[in-house]
């Protein structure tokens, strides 16, 4: 039986044990997924090609498949697209993943049975894990406890089924959109894909049709419409906590159409929807109108109050990506939500692979998903690609995975940073895209730490960045950072802040300061950017086909912004 396989076929403290025994075994887990994958590989196209069936150590594996980027295996895509089987894999395509990444250019990452089931086991674990959290959380309110009694329920022993199938949570989840493949093969998004195989699907606070839904504001207002109706949400998620804010805040700026639409049973007139998905809507309304009371009284206390404190005061949980360049918006959220919430980091992966499993809240990083991928580490310093059990603490390394979706020795340009280990496993955070290095004069510095060091000086300065991005002005041989402010500040002081910045800059990275005092690098110069900005940036990325809860945007840019949002130096005086 595969690794994934065992974690599967276990209960959820059965599994969850399991996985921690293959914690202290990380090279035998990894050898065993490995062998598994050349195995289930052996009579495709591509075994066939690269002598899968002579394969019978690590070595016969490295020396017979190379290094791979998406381009190389294309070809092979191209044929599965076209409805081949047995290509890059044994059996049919279930489904391709279509990625939006940081460059706006979409791939079509291929998924079977196998692979879709590797990657449940690490959903299984992540639950587990939560779940546990969520239990010590529930028993320290009162509320929480009287409200999972009323279902009959003991809060000692809860599964992560018994919390799918008797209360319910938000999610902002990428629409699944009715695309297919020249082949007649589905194409959806990797959240999207998820949440279809999730326990948690069947928990979900609004009818799971208005994921698809063509306007942007309706999806916001019928997914809290239908949302607000109960008041036994438990978990919010969202890949990136700056959608739910805004989702948060449409609802509470609409306020009075949701609560008459609820009292009333009824669609706002205005929304764009199409003649099938009003029909839709109206057919899952019904008035609610002792929620809709409740709802009018938090109203009438303040509309600043009408935040999910107020209408979800029993939530226990909120998942979220709590590092990278979008974990600063976690901040805006945390005020908003009831102040035992436990926040827990959503997990780090890719439409490849999930990669990690966090294992305490509040904790940016988890272990590395050993019994589902196998993985090679290359040192960010150079040098031949290392074992996950040969990592060391401390240091960074670019990821290559091997998976059962027929990507092999496959390089995702991501860099992760070893921060400890669970057993001998290692516990991994993301710190940056391998493209989003800034480097003007070999200093090389990852874009998302300067962001953090952008964000930290201007809370400094009684200033809330709500987008920063960076560009290498290699010419003025500096850095150009735009930034856009949250509302409500007051006057900017901009040369201030540039100084302030490049100080901290110093501080912090080495070869900066060195450059700095070498004279081959000048200070940064902050510009800061009109309102709305943001938006348009997700704007553009929605229209190139990503949808806006799965965009990661860039820290670094390739080139400077349009000058139309770029506020004169007049202006922020």
């Not at 003007?440 to 964000?455: F, M, S, T």
């Not at 987008?467 to 402010?485: F, G, K, M, S, T």
Request: charged fraction near 25%; proline fraction near 5%; aromatic fraction near 8%.
């Amino acid at each position: 039986m595969r690794p994934h396989e065992e974690i599967l076929s276990l209960g959820d403290r059965d599994a969850l044990a399991r996985w921690e025994g293959m914690c202290s075994d990380c090279r035998g887990t990894q050898e065993a997924v490995l062998m598994g994958i050349v195995e289930a590989a052996r009579d495709s196209a591509y075994g066939r090609d690269h002598g899968f069936s002579g394969i019978r150590t690590l070595e016969d594996f490295r020396r017979a498949v190379p290094i791979n980027e998406y381009e190389d295996l294309s070809g092979y895509i191209d044929r599965m697209a076209d409805g081949e089987s047995d290509v890059l894999f044994h059996g049919p395509t279930d489904y391709f993943i279509s990625t939006s990444g940081t460059t706006g250019k979409a791939k079509l990452i291929p998924e079977g049975d196998v692979s879709r089931d590797a990657k449940n086991a690490v959903n299984k674990i992540r639950n587990a894990y939560m779940t546990r959290d969520l239990v010590r959380s529930m028993m320290a309110s009162e509320s929480v406890i009287g409200m999972i009694r009323s279902k009959g329920l003991d809060p000692r022993t809860t599964t992560p089924q018994q919390f799918a199938d008797n209360f319910h949570y938000y999610s902002v989840t990428s629409a699944i959109p009715d695309r297919k493949t020249s082949g007649g093969i589905d194409v959806g998004f990797a959240s999207g894909k998820t949440f279809e195989s999730s326990s948690f699907s069947k928990g979900l606070a609004y009818p799971s049709e208005f994921m698809g839904l063509a306007d942007g504001e309706a999806t916001m207002y019928l997914t809290m419409l239908f949302a607000l109706m109960h008041d036994d949400v438990m978990i919010v998620t969202s890949n990136n906590a700056a959608r739910l804010y805004a989702r948060i805040c449409y609802a509470m700026e609409h306020a009075e159409e949701i609560i008459r639409d609820m009292r009333d049973g009824t669609v706002r007139a205005d929304l764009k929807l199409s003649e099938s998905e009003r029909r839709t809507a109206e057919g899952h309304m019904s008035p609610h109108l002792e929620r809709a009371a409740e709802l009018q009284a938090i109203l009438d206390s303040g509309r600043e109050n009408f935040i999910p404190r107020s209408y979800w005061p029993n939530l226990v949980s909120a998942r979220f990506w709590l590092s990278g360049s979008v974990g600063v918006n976690v901040a805006k959220v945390r005020p908003l939500l009831p102040e035992n919430t436990v926040y827990y980091d959503i997990g780090y992966g890719a439409s490849e692979a999930k990669i990690s499993i966090p294992h305490d809240p509040e904790c940016g990083y988890g272990t590395l998903a050993t019994m589902s991928v196998f993985y090679e580490f290359v040192p960010v310093e150079g040098g031949e690609p290392l074992t996950a059990d040969q990592l060391e603490e401390g240091r960074e390394y670019e990821l290559l995975l091997t998976n059962y979706g027929g990507l092999y020795r496959y390089m995702i340009h991501d860099i992760v940073k070893v921060r400890g280990f669970v057993g001998d496993t290692p516990d991994i955070e993301f710190v940056t895209k391998s493209r989003e290095i800034l480097n003007i004069a070999q200093e090389k510095l990852p874009a998302p730490r300067v962001l953090d060091v952008v964000v930290s000086t201007a809370s400094s300065a009684g200033l809330t960045a709500k987008q920063v991005q960076i560009y290498e002005n290699v010419p003025a041989q500096r850095y150009d950072v735009y930034v856009e402010l949250e509302p409500g500040h007051g006057p900017v002081d901009m040369d201030a802040w540039s100084g302030s910045l490049d100080s901290a800059m110093r501080g912090t990275f080495e070869l900066y300061d060195r450059n700095r005092k070498l004279g081959s690098l000048n200070r940064p110069e902050i510009h800061l950017m009109r309102s709305g900005w943001q938006d348009s940036l997700y704007d553009r990325r929605e229209s190139e086909g990503a949808p806006r809860s799965q965009v990661k945007l860039d820290t670094r840019i390739r080139d400077p912004p349009e000058d139309k949002w770029i506020i004169g130096e007049e202006a922020s005086e």
